[in-house]
């Protein structure tokens, strides 16, 4: 069994999904929620497994059906896409904790649908094969569109019609690249397209340079990089709070993309084409962290704020992204994992304190007070602290390492006001926020209505998320290590390309 | 032949950005059809226009390549998988929304309430 070790986190959300939705599961909630907790955990676990796995014997190249590379799909498991399926694993865990106090049957089939879409950002960190990234783009995105219309009403239906149309056009785009890439290369697998791209000749080079950059086009409306970012605000603040927990990693799915392309295939040894999309993903990571932190000052209520939280947190790792050296990348994936469970663990605080703040729910206006203002300004500034980039949390850690990363290149010029300035906004927007969220009354006698206090399972489900902020950085240099030994393995492109065509089981 | 088939999919993908374009959801469907049609044509000229060529391999010296028919397969069940729900949600918005809009003119509706 432990030789298939590297498909399994793709395997168990698939059986997960499918057994939800059979006889015993699907007719009995409590069954359905057990059982739905169950298979994350187990999933979890297992991630975790292969992440230890992985750690201690290098690379792990599954050649599904026994078909060898480049002719058959595999799937590599490496360092940097274990840590990240891992994450999703452990986002999906506290998802579904937290949708079992009523959340889930607010519409149907919620609970087999968080699993398809973990089965379907698992096999696209997994995966090492372009085509299939882009079929498991398309299950990813097909059980969020589902979700996204959980509990659905006007609003949802509205931000539903614009993301799957984008979306439509985004697979179209993303389909082409893949054409004009295959017609020029003559293959599809990673690897074996980071060793052909650099011996190419003449006019393909300007075919594949057309090819890698519709790429952009689509990673950058996946990852909601200006100026394809315009979805992103309406459709996490319309979905409901834990399905836009959920989709905090999909963003992250699209600059995994991007890091994936943009670093091995068209990286340092691409001939011609080496760093083709560098200027492109700098500017625009600039101007999204720009924009981005516009759209958190100027946010009216949490859920709002959190997602334009999203959009500055994509800047900042595009531009890392951008600046591909070992360094910057190991930088990256702290800041992606710090970022990730940060933003899920808000959008859950922002549930809770809608909920328990009555007719104004998280709009930034003075009202009732909440029914736990200890318990959920505690959950609230810890995130809030960390979102900033303020010390002690993980925030902090992610933070200095980026502004030392980009203090070699010459590019400090422009990105240290930049992103100083914006945590800065970050800043003042969640002190407001917190203030009138918490202290500010209409009338001195709207006391809190007592009743709604928050389930204990959510409150695990947030401080499972938070927790893990503090631990980035107590067992910082075990995890900066981790960072940088992925980071290195990702840039040595020669031996991920002799692992993944060498053979695999 | 390479001319007639370019054409083709040129003509399909100007055919489904104008219908994208449109601000009413039928209009902006038939859209995104045309344009997966035109994507599927594309990938299947990936692997370069020929005639007469065996589809398998070993049974003759000349062969096409196998592997763009099989992602256009695979590109053709994702998108009318796609395509179908995305027609569901069309009527699903024209019903909740009172209007086919894309913008969905959402008119005198208050911010939902939580209660």
């Known amino acids: ?505 | 032949m390479e001319l007639l088939y370019a054409s083709c999919v040129g003509v399909l993908v100007t055919c489904g950005v104008y219908l994208i374009l449109r601000a009413r959801t039928f209009p902006v469907v038939l859209g995104l059809t045309m344009l997966s049609y035109a994507v599927n044509l594309f990938l299947f000229s990936a692997g370069r226009l020929t005639i007469n060529k065996a589809v398998v391999l070993g049974t003759g010296t000349d062969y096409a390549d196998p592997l763009p028919q099989a992602l256009v397969l695979t590109a053709i069940v994702i998108g009318f998988a796609m395509t179908a729900f995305v027609v569901i949600l069309a009527i699903r918005g024209r019903a909740d929304l009172g209007n086919d809009h894309v913008d969905g003119h959402l008119g005198k509706i208050e911010h939902k309430e939580h209660k």
């Not at chain 1, 299939?132 to 979700?147: G, H, M, P, Q, T």
């Not at chain 1, 790792?317 to 600046?323: G, W």
């Not at chain 1, 710090?338 to 709009?363: E, M, N, P, Y």
């Open chain 1, 1 to 505: 069994m432990i030789q298939h070790l590297a498909s399994w986190p793709i395997l168990l959300p698939m059986l997960a999904g499918i057994i939800l939705l059979l006889p015993p599961c699907g007719k009995s909630i409590p069954i359905r929620r057990v059982a739905s907790v169950v298979m994350a955990l187990l999933n979890t676990f297992v991630s975790a497994l292969l992440l230890w796995q992985v750690f201690q014997s290098g690379i792990i190249v599954y050649a599904i059906g026994g078909w060898q590379a480049p002719f058959g799909i595999v799937l590599v498991a490496d360092l940097v896409s274990v840590l990240l399926v891992l994450l999703t694993s452990f986002l999906g865990l506290a998802v579904t904790v937290y949708s079992c106090m009523g959340d889930d049957e607010k519409g149907g089939f919620f609970h087999p649908l968080v699993h398809f879409l973990v089965l379907g950002v698992n096999g696209a960190f997994l995966t090492g094969d372009l085509f299939n990234l882009f079929v498991f783009f398309e299950v990813l995105l097909i059980a969020s569109y589902s979700l996204l219309m959980h509990d659905g009403d006007k609003h949802k239906t509205r931000s539903a019609i614009q993301y799957v149309s984008l979306n439509l056009i985004g697979s179209s785009v993303f389909l082409i690249a893949l054409g004009i890439l295959y017609g020029v290369l003559g293959t599809l697998n990673i690897a074996d397209m980071a060793q052909k791209v650099s011996q190419l000749q003449g006019d393909d080079v300007y075919l594949a340079k057309i090819g890698g950059l519709l790429l952009l086009v689509v990673f950058a409306l996946k990852g909601a990089l200006l100026p394809l970012h315009l979805w992103l605000p309406n459709t996490y603040a319309s979905a409901m709070p834990v399905v836009a927990a959920l989709f905090a990693i999909m963003t992250k799915v699209g600059v995994y993309a991007m890091l994936r392309v943009y670093t091995v295939i068209f990286g340092d040894e691409a001939g011609q084409l080496a760093h083709m999309a560098q200027p492109w993903l700098w500017g625009l990571a600039v101007a999204t962290i720009i924009v981005g932190s516009i759209g958190v000052v100027a946010a009216q209520d949490l859920r709002k704020l959190t997602a334009n939280l999203v959009i500055v947190s994509v800047g900042t790792l595009v531009a890392l992204v951008a600046l591909q050296n070992i360094n910057a990348t190991a930088a990256l994936l702290y800041y992606l994992v710090h970022s990730t469970l940060v933003c899920a663990a808000l959008f859950l605080v922002a549930d809770l304190i809608a909920h328990q703040r009555g007719k104004v729910a998280d709009r930034f206006a003075p009202g009732r007070g909440v029914a736990q203002p200890y318990l959920l300004g505690t959950c609230f500034i810890i995130a809030a602290l960390a979102v900033v980039g303020m010390p002690p949390l993980s925030g902090f850690v992610g933070k200095i390492w980026i502004l030392k990363t980009t203090l070699d290149s010459e590019k400090a010029l422009l990105f240290w006001p930049v992103y100083l300035l914006a945590s800065f906004a970050l800043l003042v927007a969640l002190s407001r926020a917190g203030t009138t969220l918490f202290w500010e009354r209409k009338h001195q006698d709207s006391e809190p209505t007592e009743g709604v206090k928050a389930h204990p399972l959510q409150v695990t489900a947030i401080i499972a998320l938070l927790v893990c902020s503090p631990l980035l950085v107590i067992f910082g240099g075990a995890v900066s290590e981790y960072m940088i030994a992925a980071a290195t393995q990702l840039h040595d492109i020669t031996g991920g390309i002799n692992t993944v065509l060498g053979g695999g089981l």
